[in-house]
């Protein structure tokens, strides 16, 4: 995991997000590289676009989603009731690692407020 912060634009005109750390995650399934942390996200997102420029190829169908590298599925999600492709990573752990040192890197570098008396 390595500090690296940058503004993520999002769909709203002139609204971005903030990128605090990249880092890789490991699973059983697959390796994701370059995974940002973007605490303000209220779920992990997946760019079906660095997925294909990384070799990757992805398969909607009307209710899943195949994730494939080298012809072989390394994932597979289902669309949920909003419509949105669900992809769970059999261990997450890496994620939450992530998280974990990303949120204590950033907040060892940003100044204490005083404590009240």
Partial sequence: VKNCTKNISVAKKDQSIQQIAVGNVDSHECCLNNVSYVPDLSANLMSVNAITENGGEV?????????????????????????????????????KEIAAISKAEHNENRPSMPKSV
């Fill in 59 to 95: 398969l909607f169908t009307k209710n899943k989603v195949h994730i494939m590298k080298n012809t072989s599925v390394v994932l597979e999600g289902c669309k949920n009731k909003n419509g949105l492709y669900v992809v769970q990573l059999t261990d997450n752990q890496n994620v």
